[in-house]
């Protein structure tokens, strides 16, 4: 469905331009009486959020991302262990992973419910077994001296504007339909965004509940995270799930059926790997309707 919006969109068939371009969705021929029986929610939210009513009205729609399907490397699904001693991961920010390329709906109450309860269990028998870690008094000095510095931090860039701008280069050339070109290009917008970052000043001082501070501490996170997307997407020449690229149309089993990791190496750049994609009952195959 997404797909199919975005080719409206680019054909020139939708409404506005860039991140904010949209369709109509007509649910008219239903009737007042079926949507407030069966489509009460979507009602209503059509209604608080763009002021229409689906029963009179067209409702403007486009595609949204709503879940990450990727995250943290989850080492032992029975536990949510990550490679990180002491560290665990479970729901969205994990990656188990249950959802192969293409989340199906619903499918994220597995994380948090299965892997919820049994990383609960485990994490209650590592507290019995391990002590608090050793740390050197110089390790929190650190975190202090860092936000400190953001703190007194001067510089000329917006922080509302590079993160607009972050959204468009995700969208336009990291979304739903990428090519070679498009993810080279993205890469390197962000990368200059990430440098960008670094003449963002905090402009709230107070040191109770900085709304601002945080908001500058996750763009750094999501400018980092997006960069992660963009390259390990990159490298993947093939289209599988929600990875749809336009010049490797085809899934490709031999050379990608495997989980793309990324770390950064000892210099700071970006490393990727690769590990095999654990296959038990169910064999992968191709989505059809």
């Known amino acids: 469905v997404s797909r199919a919006i975005e080719t409206e969109i ?3 068939r939708g409404v506005g331009e860039g991140a904010r371009a949209y369709v109509y969705l007509d649910l008219r021929h239903l009737g007042e009486e079926k949507i407030r029986e069966r489509l009460p929610q979507v009602r209503q939210l059509a209604i608080d959020f ?15 991302a709503h879940y990450c ?4 490397h989850v080492e032992n699904y029975k536990t949510s262990e990550t490679s990180l001693k002491g560290l665990y991961a479970v729901g969205e920010c994990a990656c188990v992973s249950v959802h192969g390329a293409n989340r199906l709906g619903g499918n994220s109450l597995t994380e948090l419910i299965v892997f919820g309860k049994y990383c609960g ?3 209650r028998e590592f507290v019995k077994e391990t002590d608090f870690a050793q740390v050197n008094e110089s390790e929190p000095k650190k975190s202090e001296e860092f936000i400190e510095g953001l703190m007194k931090r001067e510089g000329n860039e917006n922080l509302a504007e ?11 050339k990291m979304g739903i339909f990428r090519d070679e070109k498009s993810l080279k290009e993205a890469f390197e917008e962000l990368s200059e965004l990430l440098e960008r970052w670094n003449n ?4 709230d001082k107070s040191k109770v509940f900085n709304t601002n501070l945080i908001e500058v501490l996750e763009l750094r996170n999501m400018l980092e995270l997006a960069r992660v997307v963009a390259y390990s997407a990159l490298h993947r020449k093939e289209s599988r799930g929600g990875h749809s690229r336009e010049d490797y149309p085809q899934r490709d089993d031999k050379n990608f059926l495997k989980h793309s990791l990324v770390y950064y190496d000892d210099k700071g750049d970006l490393k990727l790997d690769y590990i095999p994609v654990r296959i038990t009952k169910y064999k992968p195959e191709e989505r059809k309707y």
């Open 10 to 12: 680019r054909e020139g």
């Open 50 to 64: 763009e002021g229409v009513d689906p029963a009179r009205e067209l409702v403007p729609i486009r595609p949204s």
């Open 69 to 72: 399907m990727g995250g943290i």
């Open 121 to 123: 269990m485990a994490v």
């Open 162 to 172: 590079v993160r607009a701008q972050m959204g468009e280069i995700t969208w336009a």
């Open 200 to 203: 963002i000043p905090v402009v």
